[in-house]
């Protein structure tokens, strides 16, 4: 059983960064794929971001690729997500997840509970 915590999330004025830690227990961290997803207000939750367990694979949703970068650090079991050139739009409440790797949440079994992330105009 793998449990995930997220942290980093705020404020942030547009076109200001943040960068989202999530933090990994109880399993084999290397063995899973990680990703990041997010729901906006009223909306479904989407992929924004999702590595391979290496590192070496990534996937980013349009709307946020060339802005957020996916990384992760397998010996400390940690996971992040820097979110540069923020919009208003990025506003959502953003989960991590550990799966395999994919596009679709059915693609992961764990999931943080969220940190929410608020872009003011």
């Known amino acids: 059983q793998v449990q995930l915590v997220e942290s980093g999330g705020g404020l942030v004025q547009a076109g200001g960064s943040l960068r989202l830690s999530c933090a990994a227990s109880?399993?084999?961290?290397?063995?899973?794929?990680m990703g990041w997803f997010r729901q906006a207000p009223g909306k479904g939750r989407e992929l924004a971001a999702t590595?391979?367990?290496?590192?070496?694979?990534?996937y980013y949703a349009g709307s946020v690729k060339g802005r957020f970068t996916i990384t992760r650090d397998n010996a400390n079991n940690m996971v992040y997500l820097q979110m540069n050139s923020l919009k208003p739009e990025d506003t959502a409440v953003y989960y991590c997840?550990?799966?395999?790797?994919?596009?679709?949440?059915?693609?992961?079994?764990?999931w943080g509970r969220g940190t929410q992330v608020t872009v003011s105009s």
């Open positions: 997840a550990a799966g395999t790797y994919g596009n679709s949440q059915s693609d992961y079994a764990y």
């Open positions: 590595s391979t367990w290496s590192g070496g694979s990534t």
């Open positions: 109880g399993g084999t961290f290397s063995r899973y794929a």
